[in-house]
Structure formats: structure tokens, C-alpha cells
């Protein structure tokens, strides 16, 4: 092989370099999903609890320009059929009365950093 | 098998109108789902909404009234300077009415009356938004939607009566008592009156007419059994700046 001095190092430090997250991090502790605080008195959410873990980011999105742009209020569950009114702070706030310990958990853990609350009124003292 | 160009290109074709249509299918089959928002039960509906402001009620202590009750429920800063934030304000009639008024109008130049956006038929806010953040809902109102105000503020440029403000600062540094039942802005965002849209949906009319005790009349103008219509027949009215072909939908009973 014509530079194999150059390219064999070259292809070690790459090799190193790309797998420094994985061998950096060997040893210390495993992700692990944090510990919510869930509504005592609510059976269920809006939406059955995968929907809402994977989608509750979208679902708001398109909560606000319903209510916001078309003028609709009312969200109907595709799991119970009861019908909700689509308001961060009325409905999910509401159950979920404690953003510490339920957004706030998650959202530090993987690094989101949500600017809904720049304007939004947490719930803090609401009765 | 042989291929030749023309084959190729015909290919291609046939291929790109799959594509092409494909992806617009799959949306139409999902999109055909359970509808699932809906109008609130008991919302005020209108085809136009418009207000009147009887000129002849109003009196300083109405006017505070009204201010304090839109202020307060919208969470409006009092900032003590040029950056101030207002959804509806005391302005005297020589400002608001000045090409509609002549010297022997003495006694009226000075009466302060109030005012707010005025829910234009043509607005020029809603034409020079780049991000559509601010738009004509069907029942006339001029809305604003924070998410997407970038705070380019040409819509201040645009507007002619004023009617809009600019967050220069977080506005919960100077608020007090936070209301709940509307969120705060964040800097740099423009704001102004929305005839109190969310409060129309739930059923209610808007906080300033509420606390007007009469003074303010609203109503869809396009029924003829309407307040404000009634109002419109009985009283002379202006509205400010007509000759601009904004089509102002807030009117003064004089």
C-alpha cells in the first residue's frame, strides 16, 4: 500500500476519535428514564400514555394553531371520546400541576428546553 | 431488453407523477380520520363583530374602568415610559378625529375618548405581516399570534391608528399579580386588542364592554337587530380615518 505510514495512524486516529463517546463513558452510570410524579386523582390523560410520550410535543403544536388560528376549542379524545378543552395551562396543567416534577424532569434530562413557559403562566399558586 | 432514451424519459415521467402523487393520497386516507377539535358550546358567533362607543357615557372614571378591566385580564404592563404597552387607551378627540374636525369644535377638541385597534376590513397590519403572525379571522377580527410574531414590526409601520406596542422587555418584570386566565408575552413580540377573541369563544363579551356599563356597545354588524347596529341608526357616527379605506370597525357615537 502506497503511505501506508501516513494512513494506517491516520486510520487509528479516526477509529479512536469516532468511537470516543463509547469508550469515554465506559463505566459510568446507564441513562436512566426519570422518575415522573404523576397526577394522584386523574386515571388518564388526554391521550393513552405512548401517545402522549412520543406526541405530546406535536399534539400542543397542533393545539395552538387550532385554537389560535381556526378558532377551535374543543379537542375530542381518540381514547375515551370525552372532550377536553385545548389549553396548556386549563387542561394540562391542570392534572399535571407540578412542572417540576413532571416536565421539568424529563425535558433536563435529554437537554429541551421549552420557551412555552417565556410566556405561559405556570402553574405555581394557582389553586 | 433493450432500452433507449425515449424509454428512459418515459420511465422517468411515469416516476416522478408516482411521486408526485403518492404522498398526497396517503395524507388524504389519514386526513380522513375522526374529526377531533371542535367550537366551544355557547361561543358568540358573528360575521362581522364591531363596537360602538357612546361618546355621550363616557366619562374619566368609565374609561379607567375599561382599561383596568383589559389591562389587568391581559396581563399589559404600565411601563412609565415611550415603551409602553396598550390593547386600549384615553386619546383626545383632535388626535383621534383630526381631519374630521373644524375650529367651531372647541368644546369637543380637548374630550378625552378611548380607543383601541379597530378591527380594520382591510387591515394593513395583516398585509405587510411576513409571517402571517397577525390575521383576519372570518368574524373580522384582527388577531395576533405570538408563536409566529417575529418582531420585525412592520406591522406598527402599517397600522395607522397606532394600535400596536412592542415588547422592549419581559413584560412580568413590571406585572405584579399575574392574571391565569391569559398568558404573558415574551420580549420582542407585538401585541395589541383582539376584542377579546378567546373570551367571544367561551361565550362572554369582552372585558372593556363588560365594565363599560353601557358605554361600549358590541355587536355583529351585519345584523340588523344588533346593539351596535341600533346604535348606528339612532346616533352620528364617525370612525377615524375613513378616507384611508381601512375600513375601521369601532365606532364613535357623537
Redesign the interface.
Known amino acids: 500500500m502506497y503511505h501506508s505510514n501516513k494512513i494506517i495512524p491516520g486510520l487509528v486516529i479516526f477509529f479512536l476519535a469516532m468511537t470516543f463517546p463509547f469508550w469515554f463513558n465506559i463505566g459510568s452510570e446507564a441513562y436512566s428514564t426519570p422518575e415522573l410524579v404523576l397526577p394522584e386523582d386523574h386515571e388518564h390523560c388526554v391521550e393513552a400514555v405512548e401517545f402522549m410520550r412520543a406526541e405530546h410535543m406535536t399534539m400542543l403544536n397542533e393545539w395552538?394553531d387550532?385554537y389560535?388560528?381556526?378558532?377551535?376549542?374543543?379537542?375530542?379524545s381518540?381514547l375515551t371520546g370525552e372532550?377536553y378543552?385545548?389549553s396548556l395551562?386549563k387542561t394540562c396543567m391542570n392534572c399535571h400541576n407540578n412542572k417540576g416534577d413532571f416536565c421539568d424532569r424529563c425535558h433536563d434530562s435529554v437537554s429541551v428546553d421549552p420557551?412555552c413557559w417565556?410566556?405561559?403562566?405556570e402553574p405555581e399558586g394557582?389553586e | 431488453m433493450k432500452s433507449s432514451r425515449r424509454k428512459f424519459i418515459a420511465m422517468a415521467g411515469f416516476a416522478a407523477l408516482g411521486w408526485s402523487v403518492c404522498p398526497s393520497l396517503t395524507r388524504a386516507a389519514t386526513e380522513a380520520g375522526?374529526?377531533?377539535?371542535?367550537?366551544?358550546?355557547g361561543?358568540l358567533e358573528a360575521s362581522q363583530w364591531a363596537m360602538a362607543i357612546d361618546t355621550k357615557k363616557l366619562d374619566r372614571q368609565i374609561m379607567n374602568k375599561c382599561i383596568e378591566a383589559c389591562h389587568t385580564l391581559h396581563n399589559v404592563p404600565d411601563i412609565d415610559s415611550d415603551q409602553n404597552i396598550k390593547w386600549i387607551w384615553i386619546e383626545p378627540f383632535r388626535n383621534l378625529f383630526y381631519d374630521q374636525s373644524h375650529p367651531n369644535l372647541k368644546n369637543k377638541a380637548n374630550q378625552p375618548f378611548l380607543t383601541l385597534c379597530n378591527h380594520c376590513d382591510n387591515p394593513p397590519c395583516v398585509r405587510v405581516c411576513p409571517t402571517r403572525a397577525t390575521?383576519r379571522?372570518p368574524d373580522g377580527i384582527v388577531?395576533m399570534?405570538?408563536?409566529r410574531c417575529i418582531g420585525c414590526r412592520f406591522c406598527m409601520a402599517g397600522c395607522p391608528y397606532g394600535s400596536r406596542s412592542f415588547n422592549f422587555y419581559?413584560p412580568r418584570i413590571y406585572l405584579e399579580n399575574?392574571s391565569?386566565e391569559y398568558?404573558?408575552?415574551?420580549k420582542g413580540v407585538v401585541e395589541k386588542c383582539e376584542f377579546c377573541?378567546h373570551r367571544l369563544?367561551?361565550g362572554q363579551m369582552p372585558a372593556c364592554v363588560e365594565a363599560s356599563e353601557g358605554a361600549l356597545l358590541f355587536g355583529d354588524l351585519n345584523d340588523s337587530n344588533s346593539d351596535v347596529r341600533k346604535a348606528l341608526r339612532e346616533r352620528y357616527s364617525l370612525v377615524r380615518k375613513p378616507k384611508l379605506g381601512t375600513g375601521p370597525k369601532v365606532y364613535y357615537l357623537i
Open positions: 395552538r387550532a389560535v388560528r381556526d378558532g377551535y376549542g374543543e379537542y375530542q381518540m372532550m378543552a385545548m395551562t420557551y417565556d410566556c405561559h403562566i394557582v | 375522526p374529526k377531533l377539535y371542535f367550537k366551544e358550546e361561543s390575521f379571522r388577531l399570534d405570538f408563536h419581559d399575574l391565569h398568558p404573558t408575552r415574551s377573541a369563544d367561551k
